[in-house]
């Protein structure tokens, strides 16, 4: 593996006994806290993981910038742009937990004060959650399918994005990307639909090993 760094951000270390721990990836660890150097896209395509648990601190302006930019060059038919993004961090994440519960409520009849407390503390799961919005165009030629993928591949591409840059994260979706009560709570209109939560933080615990699969098996000649 290469493991050439070209640039290294610099970075403030939490505590002074933090310790620089380079990883096979070209990470830089520090502890709970990531940094990145520019990882070579085809390292980061080969080598890119979810990160299912992430705390703080979340991606700073100039990172959570080169994430939403990447999302501009997915695969788009026609170039109709078919998403935008809601970006929720803060307070916004208790009420975007707030309206899963009320979601949670709506649909189950019933439910334990103690399942709808861990509902409502899912958005609590990162600092920060990007929400990609399928949205709809009515065209002649390039159907709703298309859009919603090329939705989905802005979505991975920000995943990607985020793990070049040291940033864990993690698409998830359940039954609150599909609810009524959370597209309206989140303001969508009709021809809109949610594509995915992006999760993202800083990864915590050991980064899981990327997938090892063979070319041949997925890939024949026809
Ligand atoms: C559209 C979509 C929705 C997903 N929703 C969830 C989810 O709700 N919960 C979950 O644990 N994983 C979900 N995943 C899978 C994870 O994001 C992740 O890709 C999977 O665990 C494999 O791990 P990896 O990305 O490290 O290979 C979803 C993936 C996609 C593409």
Request: charged residues 20%; proline residues 5%; aromatic residues 8%.
């Amino acid at each position: 593996m290469n493991l050439s760094f070209k640039k290294l951000k610099s970075i403030d270390l939490p505590c002074s006994n933090d310790t620089l721990v380079f990883s096979l990836s070209g990470k830089i660890q520090c502890q709970n806290y990531w940094t990145y150097t520019e990882m070579n896209v085809i390292e980061a395509l080969h080598n890119r993981v979810s990160a299912p648990r992430l705390g703080d601190p979340g991606p700073d302006k100039e990172v959570l910038e080169n994430i939403c930019k990447s999302a501009f060059s997915a695969a788009d038919h026609g170039l109709l742009k078919p998403w935008r993004f809601l970006i929720v961090k803060d307070q916004a994440r208790c009420r975007l937990g707030d309206l899963f519960a009320q979601a949670t409520l709506e649909t189950t009849a019933e439910v334990s004060q103690e399942k709808l407390e861990s509902i409502k503390k899912k958005p609590l799961r990162a600092p920060l959650i990007i929400i990609t919005i399928a949205k709809h165009i009515s065209h002649p030629k390039i159907p709703e399918i298309e859009q919603s993928l090329s939705a989905a591949a802005a979505t991975q591409n920000m995943l990607l994005a985020a793990f070049a840059q040291g940033i864990g994260a993690m698409w998830r979706t359940g039954a609150m990307a599909y609810s009524s009560t959370v597209s309206a709570g989140l303001g969508l209109e009709k021809h809109e639909k949610i594509v995915g939560f992006l999760y993202l933080g800083a990864s915590q615990g050991p980064q899981k090993p990327p997938r090892e699969l063979s070319v041949d098996d997925f890939f024949q000649e026809w």
